[in-house]
């Protein structure tokens, strides 16, 4: 029998492949129906250029009309678009909700994705208040659901200006070679840039709405403002209701690795000083120094001002650590030689979400990195050196303070599980 007609004959033809080994098919060949699917909720930077990342996209959603459009024209027709983002939550396809809009967002949509049965990859920082990421993990972890940050350097990646990745710098820490307590400086000499041109305007006059902007959904939760160009998209991080400035813009990029290295994922500074101008009650100002203080000694300093110009990155009793792995009397090279390399780690969302393991930068571990960045911008907002309750993560004697830990929600938003 030739073999067309053996194949008519025996019903195979439709169905051939379908018992086709998959490495027939090509190195990287993925199966629609074994890829996860994803769904972009912001598209106006970040979110655009995450279309082609990790999944397959399947919906996106943004309150501007024209940020829509040129994403869906990057997209593609076959991917759904949406004004409203709790439509987009209620696509039953939707396996992953990337969240890429401005930070007072974040929280109340992570929830919100959570809740609808949704893992959720959010950018940085995770939220906009210290309440928020409390709220953030308990969502999280009731619905149980998968939780990414998206800032990478403690795994992978040169970790800015040291020029290296954060593994040596941990397999150095983790040693003791530098003793402890450890202090950890942050300024242009050691490669880090805040950004202070993220400042907001004192002076805007309102102007009209654009017809292809939502204003009033744009600011959701945030304190109602008249609308300024300036107060949106690009520069919103100028502003205290939706960001924190560089600090704001850079501060996990910059601390989270910080963090893990100085092993406090589970704690908080319990001191917080600051040296910066008065800031104004709207707009984002700049500083000249933030100094975080932990119950061990440890501390982070954020010289704003680079006033520290030889300081070292890291220094404790025992010595002192410089970008590209310099360090006072200590063949660095070798010593890594000999040096145990950190526990693996989930470094792939898709795995997590998989295996249903923590990633990992989660929800916890992000959430504390975020206070890091949280308490700095309420002890710059105050005007005052605070004092801080890491277990409770309350401040302590401080109303003024412990009011800022959940700033109030505009009208019909509020953080609900």
């Not at 909700?97 to 967002?105: E, M, Q």
């Not at 989660?362 to 105050?382: D, F, P, Q, W, Y």
Request: glycine share 10%.
């Amino acid at each position: 029998m030739k073999r067309r007609n053996f194949l008519k004959t025996t019903g195979l033809g439709a169905g051939l492949f379908t018992i086709v080994p998959r490495h027939v098919l090509g190195k990287g060949w993925v199966a629609p129906s074994d890829q996860l699917t994803k769904a972009i909720i912001g598209v106006g930077g970040m979110g655009t250029g995450h279309i082609q990342y990790e999944g397959r996209l399947v919906a996106i959603c943004d309150v501007d009309a024209n940020h829509l459009a040129k994403a869906s024209e990057i997209a593609g027709p076959q991917v759904k678009t949406f004004h409203d983002f709790r439509e987009l939550l209620a696509l039953p396809e939707v396996d992953v909700v990337h969240i890429a809009t401005p930070p007072h967002w974040h929280g109340l949509i992570s929830i919100a994705a959570a809740r609808a049965g949704k893992d959720v990859w959010c950018e940085k920082p995770m939220t906009r208040t210290i309440g928020e990421g409390q709220a953030v993990i308990r969502a999280i972890q009731e619905y149980g659901r998968m939780f990414r940050l998206n800032t990478w350097f403690r795994f992978e990646s040169n970790f800015y200006g040291m020029g290296v990745p954060v593994a040596p710098i941990k397999k150095l820490v983790d040693s003791g070679v530098f003793g402890w307590p450890l202090k950890v400086t942050l300024n242009a000499a050691t490669g880090f840039n805040w950004k202070f041109y993220w400042q907001g305007k004192t002076n805007l006059v309102p102007e009209p709405v654009p017809a292809e902007l939502d204003y009033d959904f744009w600011l959701g939760p945030a304190s109602y403002k008249p609308y300024h160009p300036h107060r949106v998209h690009g520069s919103f991080r100028g502003y205290w209701d939706y960001d924190g400035g560089g600090l704001g813009d850079m501060g996990q990029h910059y601390l989270d690795p910080v963090q893990f290295l100085l092993k406090k994922d589970d704690e908080s500074p319990v001191t917080i000083e600051i040296d910066a101008p008065q800031q104004h009650y709207d707009a984002v100002g700049t500083w000249r120094r933030i100094t975080f203080t932990y119950a061990d000694g440890c501390q982070i300093v954020l010289d704003g001002a680079n006033d520290d110009i030889r300081a070292p990155f890291l220094e404790g009793p025992g010595g002192k650590l410089y970008p590209g792995l310099k360090a006072d009397n200590l063949e660095v090279d070798k010593l890594l030689a000999y040096l145990p390399d950190p526990p693996p780690v989930i470094t792939k969302f898709s795995d997590a979400v998989r295996s249903r393991r923590k990633f990992a930068l989660n929800e916890m571990n992000g959430h504390r990195s975020c206070t890091l960045v949280n308490l700095g911008k309420i002890a710059l907002r105050l005007g005052r050196d605070l004092t801080f309750d890491s277990s409770d993560q309350r401040f302590i004697d401080d109303p003024g303070a412990n009011a800022l830990l959940d700033q109030p929600m505009r009208g019909k938003w509020k953080m609900e599980l």
